[in-house]
């Protein structure tokens, strides 16, 4: 998350001010105001033809280690569908279509700040699964027999997936 000290339109000390009920750093010379806006991140929860469902160990942070559902940032001028299964593809190898929506969740991370998260079920074409460097690991599994999945989000997901109807948070 950016954090600014001077303006990035003029270079002017930013000083901080009550913008629309919340404080905001605004430049005084040029008016500029900094919105922190939340990041946005893609989930592909992921199945292939025969209803496994497809969980990537993560080799670099957040998460080191952890068994999760594939996913990443958006990139500019990219849908949140594009995105998804781009960062499918670049992770596994493997190309998907976009089932359904599973739900838009927010999320705070000490790495990155504020996070819009916007899930999809996937369905994964058959092909042969390669992971790159951000992965140790990549298999689909039996729904009965997935590794534990630890980031609380993942297990939501995987949650509203199961039950055919998201929930938003309370």
Not at 11 to 33: D, F, H, M, Q, V
Not at 109 to 123: E, P
Not at 127 to 135: F, K, R
């Amino acid at each position: 998350m950016n954090t600014y000290n001077y303006c990035p339109v003029c270079g002017s000390p930013l000083k901080t001010a009550e913008i629309e009920y919340r404080k905001r750093k605004i430049c005084p010379s040029c008016s500029w105001i900094h919105y922190e806006n939340p990041l946005p991140v893609t989930v592909a929860y992921t199945e292939n033809l025969s209803g496994e469902l497809l969980v990537v160990r993560r080799a670099h942070e957040p998460a080191y280690n952890e068994w999760a559902l594939p996913g990443g940032f958006l990139e500019s001028g990219e849908t949140p569908q594009d995105g998804c299964l781009r960062e499918l593809l670049e992770e596994t190898s493997l190309f998907g279509k976009i089932d359904r929506l599973i739900g838009a969740y927010h999320r705070v991370s000490k790495m990155y700040g504020s996070l819009l998260v916007i899930a999809y079920k996937v369905i994964a074409a058959d092909g042969l699964l390669q992971i790159n460097h951000e992965l140790y690991e990549a298999d689909f599994f039996p729904h009965e027999c997935i590794p534990q999945i630890n980031i609380p989000l993942h297990q939501k997901i995987i949650e509203d997936a199961r039950n055919h109807e998201y929930q938003p948070p309370t």
